[in-house]
Antibody
């Protein structure tokens, strides 16, 4: 079964740090870009960051650039989001989502077909 | 940055009726457009990619159309399980979601 399972969410004070993880199974993790998407309470979806299939490139939304880093371990089929200098407006459910499929030097995106169940991050004093 | 705008913000529809949801891009995204459904407390579910291709397991009553800057999601005959929030997403340049359209029971 294709599955993504996030962990690491919780309550953190403004200015603090948190590291989210996403464990992948059921597919060839190293063939896919991976994404983090968040959803603030009662709000819509916001793409946060993604990373190439081999970890050679990372991209971020302006709202988190310079504060968040994304990494992956293809040997362990895991994705991570290191969140520093957290602010109240980072409060959200954070989802990992499978992105572009890469094969033979080309990559293709057909939407985010696989999502994790989400992990909740609350930034509050 | 490409801005995605969805209209209307909410839509009241009776079961069995047709629902038409719109999504506009601030600049052309070709056909690099996806639609998602999200029910309360659930993870988003991919419905449509490539503007018009249904994802695996999606019923034929869901259809997508458009290209460039104007896109439409049509639900031909609303079922009770279709009442949800629908998001469009462009993936032509970076990744952006629209603000969503909530489809409610009339």
């Amino acid at each position: 079964e294709v599955q993504l399972v996030e962990s690491g969410g919780g309550l953190v004070q403004p200015g603090g740090s948190l590291r989210l993880s996403c464990a992948a199974s059921g597919f060839t993790f190293s063939s896919y870009w991976m994404n983090w998407v968040r959803q603030a309470p009662g709000k819509g979806l916001e793409w946060v960051a993604n990373i190439k299939q081999d970890g050679s490139g990372e991209y971020f939304a302006d709202s988190v650039k310079g504060r968040f880093t994304i990494s992956r371990d293809n040997a362990k089929n895991s994705l991570h989001l290191q969140m520093n200098s957290l602010r109240a407006d980072d409060t959200a459910v954070y989802y990992c989502a499978r992105g572009r499929y890469c094969s033979g030097g080309s990559c293709y995106l057909a939407g985010f077909a696989v999502w994790g169940q989400g992990t909740r991050v609350t930034v509050s004093s | 940055e490409i801005v995605m705008t969805q209209s209307p913000a909410s839509l009241s529809v009776s079961p069995g009726e047709r629902a038409t949801l719109s999504c506009w891009a601030s600049q052309s995204v070709s056909n690099n457009l996806a639609w998602y459904q999200q029910k309360p407390g659930q993870t988003p579910r991919l419905l449509i990619y490539g503007a018009s291709t249904r994802a695996t397991g999606i019923p034929a009553r869901f259809s997508g159309s458009g290209s460039g800057t104007e896109f439409t999601l049509t639900i031909s005959s609303l079922q009770s399980e279709d009442f949800a929030v629908y998001y469009c997403q462009q993936y032509d340049s970076w990744l952006n979601f629209g603000g969503g359209t909530k489809v409610e029971i009339k």
